[in-house]
């Protein structure tokens, strides 16, 4: 019996330092060993948004304590790691160095290999970690700083079908929670508002709704939440407008989505095509069950990651470098981070004003 890979994960690109174990079974599937993930909530709850200074020093107090924790609950022995695959863009600068800083320290101290990990490509492989994905398939990536379409061929070929020329819809959620007086991060927390509340109460926008293709825009609709919360003065009201919010967003997602399987299916010729939906906004359950009926209508296959894998973690960081490693996809010991870091670097920049749709 051959040995099979283990790798250590490493992903501290914003507010979570995470380090996870991973390897695979005897059919090649990916079994997780350990999966450990500290939230940095507190330390930023007070600034109602991330404070890159604090945030850093945050991972370094953490890191080596998370990294630890990680390799002891695996059971695996330090040395019989094989690879270690950290972090390396895109993300808070500070915030990436030390993760990624640790990782190279290890694979040298350790004499392993070491692999770069584009965070959006472990948000993009995360499905893998509970379902038997393979390329292609048409990814929805929905996270606080990214919404792009993107055809996935396979590791490391991307092409962008789609993206939001302003604003995430994880930060259109986080900046509507911000209004409705909900604590950072609220995205989850609209969630919970959005189900006591009427969809149907406040008329929003959906800009650029009927042009673009698959591209999005979430600006107009954090504009039209500002005016309206300015005028509200219960509870029940505050709920109406999560729940109008969030019925507008699964309409965007909706209208958009069907636009992206047209354009994947003019570019891949598969028997079977597979929508995965990733990303923090993963986790919201009136999205996940808008997608999957549409995918049920227009016969894709709807994947999403295991809810606690939606938001960041190391075991997608972990599973990229599986395959990585797997093709001996190796990095060198002076990768820089990558604050900016596409995962199709040809698509071209899509944001601001003036922009062409
Ligand atoms: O992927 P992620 O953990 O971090 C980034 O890479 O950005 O995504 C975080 C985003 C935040 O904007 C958070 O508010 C949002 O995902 N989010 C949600 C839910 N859970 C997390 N948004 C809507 N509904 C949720 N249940
Ligand atoms: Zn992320």
């Known amino acids: 019996m051959n040995k099979k890979p283990i790798i250590l994960g490493i992903e501290s690109s914003c507010d979570e330092t995470a380090a996870s174990i991973l390897t695979e079974n005897e059919q090649g599937l990916p079994v997780i060993l350990s999966n450990i993930v500290s939230s940095q909530v507190d330390v930023h709850k007070e600034f109602g948004g991330v404070v890159p200074e604090l945030a850093a020093r945050s991972h370094i107090e953490k890191i080596d304590l998370i990294t630890k924790k990680a390799i002891n609950e695996s059971g695996v022995k330090i040395q019989d790691i094989d690879a270690i695959a950290s972090t390396a863009g895109p993300g808070l600068i500070v915030c990436l160095s030390v993760g990624l800083s640790f990782g190279k320290a290890m694979a040298s101290s350790l004499d392993k290999p070491f692999i770069a990990v584009n965070h959006l490509e472990g948000h993009a492989l995360s499905p893998k970690l509970n379902s038997n994905l393979n390329y292609p398939y048409l990814l929805l990536l929905i996270s606080g700083g990214h919404t792009q379409f993107l055809s996935v061929k396979d590791l490391g070929n991307y092409k962008r079908l789609g993206t ?16 409705l007086g909900i604590a950072f991060p609220g995205g ?29 825009s979430f600006a107009g609709l954090k504009t039209a939440v500002l005016k309206i919360s300015k005028q509200i003065k219960t509870e029940q009201e505050k709920y109406d407008l999560a729940a109008s919010f969030q019925k507008t967003v699964e309409e965007i997602l909706l209208k958009k989505s069907k636009i992206a399987f047209e354009e994947f299916k003019k570019i891949n010729n598969t028997k079977k095509n597979v929508f995965v939906v990733a990303g923090g906004v993963a986790a919201n359950k009136n999205i996940r069950t808008v997608l999957e009926n549409l995918c049920a209508d227009e016969k894709f296959e709807a994947t999403f990651p295991p809810v606690n894998l939606c938001g960041d973690n190391a075991a997608m960081i972990a599973m990229v470098g599986l395959e990585k490693f797997k093709l001996k996809q190796f990095s060198k010991l002076d990768h820089p981070a990558r604050p900016r870091w596409p995962l199709d670097q040809n698509a071209v920049f899509l944001k601001g004003a003036g922009v062409k749709l």
Do not use: M, R, W
């Not at 302003?166 to 509507?176: L, M, P």
């Not at 189900?195 to 673009?212: A, M, V």
């Open 164 to 179: 939001t020329i302003d604003d995430a819809v994880g930060e259109a959620f986080d900046k509507t929670a911000k209004l």
């Open 188 to 216: 989850p927390q609209i969630e919970v508002y959005a189900s006591k509340g009427d969809p149907n109460k406040y008329e929003l926008p959906k800009p650029i709704f009927h042009k673009g293709g698959c591209n999005l």
